[in-house]
């Protein structure tokens, strides 16, 4: 790789100035803010007249899902449909409560679950569908929301990668709406999550039950913050994302980006004790601070950016991920090619700074038991989500990223699958339905 033609940006970024690193810190350590004043302001920026659910700050998305698990007692053996793309983080946190998680594909188009087969993964023991706005793309929850009202299951809206703003806060008749503030998330507050909750008996039960959660202490929340401090310089100044990584990944031969990854986790310990507790007072007052500050002019930089690029990028040996989702943001730029290894190899030596890796989503398998099952009545393997995930490339592409950049990544990426030369599709995953036990289904594969 010629140091001439690096581009210094990677396919990750911090969200988030100094200046809003340095306010965390400040709350942490000289002032002393109020959690409950902070609690307050945040339902009130949250409450809006397009949805005027109920608001409940948490430590984590994670948190949110397992407050919501504990309060409801589900019996043992009950089941969730869980979108098949997720962090494995959200199944652990269902499996914990004994429930099962039952996969339900989704579409490369539109990154929505194939709501052609929930009906038929509805069972006695379904208890709620857990769907996910993925890589800040939105579908319609509608469809979702009626078949899952006519069987009285509720519905867990997981929108934590999708925070664009106040104008759409999630579907009001979603039970909750689960919005992340992670530290590689849109107007990131190095932790913290707001989730929607439609039912005030829910609201209240969950709330109460987290009161008497442990909160956060300032010294952990900062310890988080002078972390991520090192990430923001790692992931944010383009001297070291560019000519920095040349010397660590081709002279001293480190993964940079599995490194920083590593090191932006949220949870690497102590899993379900670290998420059992309250956001610290540093914390709310960040996520105040985020709120407050969010400009929608500069979020729809990122947005034009994402959509020249899309433009830019025709050529028929790669395919593009949630092109047809009903509103395209750009938390990331993924894109599926044939031999993604092979790509990225070749955009290194080009100086573009693509991975595979950016991201702790992955293909959340079905149960061992209930794969066997459910297959011999009325389910598939997701395979378009795992044909997602074997194929996927991150592009250094986002907000952070200036246009003769962005027009340098693509032409990179052109000259390089026309090295391939083959047309990249994708394969036929769609099976007919058939009715069992009065339930639409998908076909099956013959066995023999």
């Known amino acids: 790789m010629a140091l001439v033609g690096v581009v210094p940006y990677g396919s990750l970024f911090i969200d988030a100035s100094w200046r809003d690193i340095l306010s965390g810190i400040r709350d942490c350590t000289v002032s002393s803010p109020d959690r409950q004043l902070n609690t307050r302001r945040l339902q009130k920026i949250w409450t809006t007249a397009q949805n005027p659910n109920h608001v409940l700050p948490c430590l984590s998305v994670r948190t949110g899902l397992d407050l919501f698990l504990t309060v409801k007692k589900f019996p043992p053996g009950s089941e969730i449909i869980m979108s098949a793309i997720n962090i494995p983080d959200m199944a652990r946190v269902v499996r914990h409560h004994g429930v099962r998680v039952i996969p339900i594909d989704v579409h490369i188009e539109t990154l929505s679950p194939k709501v052609e087969l929930l009906e038929g993964l509805i069972t006695e023991r379904t208890v709620a569908v857990l769907v996910a706005h993925l890589y800040g793309k939105w579908f319609d929850m509608s469809e979702v929301i009626d078949i899952a009202r006519r069987h009285g299951l509720y519905v867990l809206e997981d929108c934590a990668e999708g925070f664009c703003g106040f104008e759409y806060i999630g579907n009001p008749r979603s039970d909750i709406a689960f919005f992340s503030f992670g530290v590689i998330k849109p107007s990131t507050a190095f932790g913290g999550s707001i989730l929607k909750i439609k039912d005030s008996e829910l609201f209240a039960a969950m709330n109460e039950a987290y009161s008497l959660y442990p909160t956060q202490s300032s010294l952990e929340y900062m310890k988080k913050l002078l972390k991520y401090s090192v990430a923001t310089v790692g992931l944010n100044w383009p ?88 509103n395209r943001n750009y938390w990331l730029f993924p894109i599926l090619v044939e031999k993604p290894d092979e790509v990225i190899d070749s955009l290194c030596k080009k100086g573009i700074n693509a991975y595979r890796g950016a991201t702790q989503l992955n293909v959340i398998e079905p149960h061992t038991d209930t794969s066997h099952q459910l297959s011999e009545q009325l389910t598939h393997y997701p395979e378009e989500a795992r044909f997602i995930i074997d194929h996927v490339v991150y592009l250094p592409i986002h907000k952070r990223v200036p246009y003769y950049y962005i027009e340098r990544v693509c032409k990179g990426l052109e000259e390089v699958l026309q090295k391939h030369g083959t047309v990249f599709q994708k394969p036929c995953f769609e099976r007919p339905l058939v009715v069992l036990n009065g339930k639409p289904a998908p076909k099956l594969p013959s066995k023999l």
């Open 239 to 326: 001297f070291l994302t560019g000519y920095g990584v040349f010397v660590v990944q081709n002279v001293l031969g480190i993964d940079h980006q599995k490194m920083w990854i590593s090191l932006l986790r949220g949870f690497p310990d102590q899993f379900f004790q670290k998420i059992r507790q309250q956001p610290s007072a540093g914390l709310l007052s960040l996520l105040v601070h985020r709120c407050i500050g969010f400009r929608q002019k500069s979020f729809q930089v990122g947005v034009d950016k994402g959509r020249h690029a899309d433009m830019l990028l025709k050529n028929p040996s790669m395919m593009k991920v949630g092109d047809k989702a009903d």
